[in-house]
């Protein structure tokens, strides 16, 4: 959440008064990794593994990854800011706090809400969400021109990427 006030110049300045969940979540998992994968906790090392995972990462990770120079079309590196600490074994959410004074928009990220497929009724979901259920499982529907198309599809691939959600559809 971001908190803002004028300052005496007539500006605003905003600061973020949460610390960014998504930015923890990410930053735990890449640590544990690392730690799974016995990857010495070097600077240069740690850098490496940020910027591979970043180059999977999808949706809002990827936009986090973005903001803290982890993609090839980033405009700012601010890797340092992460590795450093981390080889440290400095706590990410201590990184993370650091990161939202450098950059703002890490704090507005969040992630999306998780739709629970074996209870929501897909007739009642627009065409966006239909849409978001097949990128995040990064399937797309060609040819689909009506909400029912999008809906054929999901129910298709369903036993694929949600199997529990497939089975309780079938019984509903």
Avoid at 1 to 20: D, F, I
Avoid at 42 to 67: H, M, P, Q, W
């Amino acid at each position: 959440m971001l908190q803002c006030t004028q300052v005496s110049s007539g500006a605003t300045a905003c600061t973020c008064v949460t610390t960014p969940l998504l930015c923890v979540s990410f930053l735990g998992r890449l640590y544990q990794s690392l730690h799974d994968n016995n990857v010495k906790f070097t600077s240069a090392d740690i850098e490496k593994a940020l910027v591979k995972t970043c180059k999977d990462a999808k949706g809002k990770e990827n936009r986090f990854c973005y903001y803290i120079g982890g993609t090839h079309d980033a405009a700012t590196k601010i890797l340092n800011e992460i590795s450093k600490p981390l080889s440290y074994h400095a706590p990410v959410d201590k990184i993370c706090e650091k990161l939202k004074k450098k950059d703002s928009q890490i704090c507005e990220l969040k992630y999306d809400k998780q739709l629970d497929l074996s209870t929501v009724d897909l007739k009642k979901l627009k065409v966006k969400e239909l849409k978001k259920i097949l990128e995040v499982w990064g399937e797309s529907c060609k040819g689909c021109a009506e909400k029912s198309d999008f809906i054929r599809k999901i129910n298709e691939l369903m036993p694929k990427y949600a199997p529990d959600a497939a089975k309780v559809q079938r019984e509903l």
